[in-house]
Nanobody, 120 residues
Framework: QVQLVESAGGLVQPGGSLRLSCAAS????????MGWYRQAPGKERELVAT??????TNYADAVKGRFTISRVNIKRVDLQMNSLKPEDTAVYYC???????????????WGQGTQVTVSS
């Protein structure tokens, strides 16, 4: 019923840039935040950046100053990644947090993940 469509990642050289986009479709009405998480080999999934409907942003320390998250519209979020490093190599997952049960609780939708590889 709800689907998150992520743009393709890719292979980027160190210092390069890449933009990821995520668009939500279907019957979703109460999005409270959208963002991106990533999981590197041998690591747990971690927060990269999130943005609320009001425009408040939250970034992982490792990406501050290099990545920028933006809310294009109510159902789309972009992540501009600059000055990419090999340590940024991971599968990136789009996340949508939303209200359920008439606002009594929140839950999450997840994209299928897209591979970003930073290597020379």
């Amino acid at each position: 019923q709800v689907q998150l469509v992520e743009s393709a990642g890719g292979l980027v050289q160190p210092g390069g840039s890449l933009r990821l986009s995520c668009a939500a479709s279907g019957s979703i009405f109460s999005i409270t935040a959208m963002g991106w998480y990533r999981q590197a080999p041998g690591k747990e999934r971690e927060l990269v950046a999130t943005i609320t409907g009001g425009g408040d942003t939250n970034y992982a320390d490792a990406v501050k100053g290099r990545f920028t998250i933006s809310r294009v519209n109510i159902k789309r979020v972009d992540l501009q990644m600059n000055s990419l490093k090999p340590e940024d190599t991971a599968v990136y997952y789009c996340n949508v947090r939303y209200l359920r049960n008439w606002g009594s609780s929140q839950s999450d939708y997840w994209g299928q993940g897209t591979q970003v590889t930073v290597s020379s």
